[in-house]
């Protein structure tokens, strides 16, 4: 699939419902990159999604589900033939920087990526995204639909502010 951006999927409100659930959570993991095995190299993930909706998180799955269903309709139905094989929000602030990386191998799964604070500016804080030798800005709205096997990386955040993101892995049925 094309890497596609889509803007103004949802209202701010529903962005900012979800970042203060997030972080109300006491589920929060810091396993996060995988095989990274010093623990101030990594990052934490709030898991939504795994394959099924997490018990524990089902609130904010049910609303990943409804965020999901806005991205399709934005992209005139183009992810409908897609199920939702993981989902989840991490947090990173300016002590992380990311590294290029891919997720997956088969050519059936892409990856979305979006910023939950209706707040974040990505000009005075950084964090956007950089897919394919191209850099997205990822203003709260804004969604990129992408190819995971292709090396992708967040752009270092410039502030202490913490950047609440969520990312879906969907899998072609």
Known sequence: MKTMVLKQVCSPTYLATMKTMASDSPNWDFRWPKNTPNIEDRFPKLR?????PVPENAVLAG?????????NEKCDYALMDYDIVSCQISIKDSSRQDNFHT??????????LGIL?????????????SHDNKTYALNPGTFVVFDPRILHAAEDI????K???????LRRM
């Not at 997720?103 to 979305?112: C, E, T």
């Not at 604070?117 to 995204?129: A, L, N």
Request: charged residues 30%.
């Open 63 to 71: 609303m990943a589900i409804g965020l999901f269903a806005l991205m």
């Open 117 to 129: 604070d209706d707040g974040w500016d990505p000009r005075t804080m950084g964090g956007d995204f």
């Open 48 to 52: 939504l999604i795994n394959h099924d």
């Open 163 to 169: 950047r609440f993101a969520i990312d879906y892995a």
């Open 158 to 161: 410039t502030t202490h502010r």
């Open 103 to 112: 997720d997956y191998d088969a050519d059936d799964i892409v990856k979305v």
